[in-house]
């Protein structure tokens, strides 16, 4: 495996700072204490750098807080950073570890280390590759391959961040990093909490997916090799019983064919029952033993929603052939994947339909109701979910004129920030 070596100085470079004090003010810069390291951001990049040069950077103890995620209200435990100046040392080091394509090509000396070898269909945490990254491969799949995704495999892992192993992690980075400074800074942020990743840090993300780029690799490269290597012997077998010599070997699978990992929620795709459970025992052994992980009693195996035709007569009195579904849809990522079309989960569903009534009740819209009801727009605008939108959204909000206000807001916040 190849390790890299003299990354800690990149890391606390001066120009890397300063990056990385503009990166962790994204969406902040109207806060009073971001706004004055800003204005004198020369001089907070001398004293972090001096700080990090000494190796003297220590998090600071914070006291979980719980909130409510998602359209589920999950509860969560998560930390808050500092921006002076822990969440800029966090995007110090992701700027050099896991540098954005971009950033590659200006600069060939940097290199992808966290995200090296990452796998094509891990999503979530990663820019560009988001839950309508994952969506779009999932319909293509489903759509044009529909023998090899009659069943589907899904899974989660159990207090995913919580549950990864101090020991583990460290020693994995230390098969890819070869630089002691920068790995005893890791172990500093690592060990910010007694037991997994903390919630909240910006390095958590990328150092979760660099955990699970072994489980990737071993379900889409290795997880069916017993079977392969069964069926190539079984095969030159049946040649030389009939007299022949064994020409080109079939190439049988030796891994799932299709499959998507959203963070810790990973769906694979078979054409048939028996090998997705071969998988899923597989992938449990694998994540018990090697990583130290768990995977929830909530794993199902699954027959993926078919199609049939029915003969129906329209308006005019004339028949006509309509496809129909049935059966189960895939719940993932926020979406329900059917072969035919794909809609919005109901829970998110109700949330937003709910949402706009509310604010249709109100005298004046503020801006935080107006860029919250815009941001849930993208569920309709990649769904097959028009109908919903033109009886339960549209008739209660106008999107034209909660965009304006958001437009409004943010040339007001900027004009703010100028002057000050």
Not at 286 to 304: A, R, S, V, Y
Not at 356 to 367: F, L, P, T
Not at 377 to 403: D, E, R
Request: aromatic share 10%.
């Amino acid at each position: 495996m190849k390790t890299y070596k003299n990354l800690y100085e990149k890391i606390i470079s001066e120009e890397n700072l300063k990056k990385a004090f503009y990166a962790a003010a994204k969406g902040k810069k109207n806060r009073r204490d971001v706004r004055q390291i800003l204005n004198n951001i020369d001089e907070h990049v001398c004293i972090l750098h001096e700080i990090l040069k000494k190796e003297e950077f220590r998090p600071a103890h914070h006291i979980p807080q719980e909130i409510n995620d998602g359209f589920k209200q999950k509860k969560r435990r998560i930390i808050k950073p500092y921006y002076k100046y822990e969440q800029v040392v966090h995007h110090a080091i992701i700027q050099i570890l896991a540098p954005k394509p971009e950033e590659l090509a200006k600069d060939p000396t940097l290199k992808k280390v966290l995200n090296r070898g990452a796998y094509e269909f891990s999503c979530g945490s990663i820019k560009g590759r988001g839950a309508h990254y994952g969506k779009k491969y999932i319909e293509r799949w489903i759509r044009n391959d529909r023998k090899n995704t009659k069943y589907v495999l899904k899974i989660d892992v159990r207090h995913f961040f919580e549950s990864i192993p101090h020991d583990r992690l460290k020693a994995k980075l230390r098969r890819v990093i070869a630089d002691e400074k920068t790995l005893r800074l890791l172990d500093i942020i690592i060990d910010a909490v007694p037991e997994g990743l903390p919630l909240g840090y910006y390095t958590s993300q990328w150092l979760a997916n660099f955990y699970l780029q072994d489980l990737d690799h071993y379900i889409k490269q290795e997880i069916w090799k017993p079977e392969k290597e069964k069926k190539t012997a079984q095969y030159i077998a049946r040649t030389k019983r009939k007299g022949k010599t064994a020409g080109k070997v079939p190439k049988y699978a030796c891994g799932v064919k299709y499959g998507v990992r959203y963070v810790d929620d990973i769906v694979c795709f078979g054409a048939n029952k028996r090998d997705l459970k071969v998988a899923l025992e597989r992938i449990e052994a694998f994540c018990e033993e090697k990583l130290g992980l768990i995977i929830k009693d909530t794993k199902q195996i699954f027959p993926l929603s078919k199609e049939y035709e029915v003969e129906t007569i329209d308006r005019h009195g004339k028949k006509k052939i309509v496809t129909r579904e049935i059966g189960r849809a895939l719940d993932f990522m926020g979406f329900l994947f059917r072969r035919t079309r794909t809609t919005i989960r109901k829970a998110i569903l109700y949330r937003i339909t709910r949402k706009a009534r509310k604010i249709s009740k109100k005298q004046k819209i503020n801006w935080l109701d107006a860029s919250s009801m815009i941001s849930r727009m993208g569920y309709f605008k990649h769904t097959n979910s028009y109908n919903v939108f033109a009886c339960w959204i549209s008739p209660f909000i106008n999107i034209k004129q909660l965009k304006k206000k958001v437009s409004k807001h943010g040339k007001k916040g900027s004009a703010n920030y100028a002057a000050a």
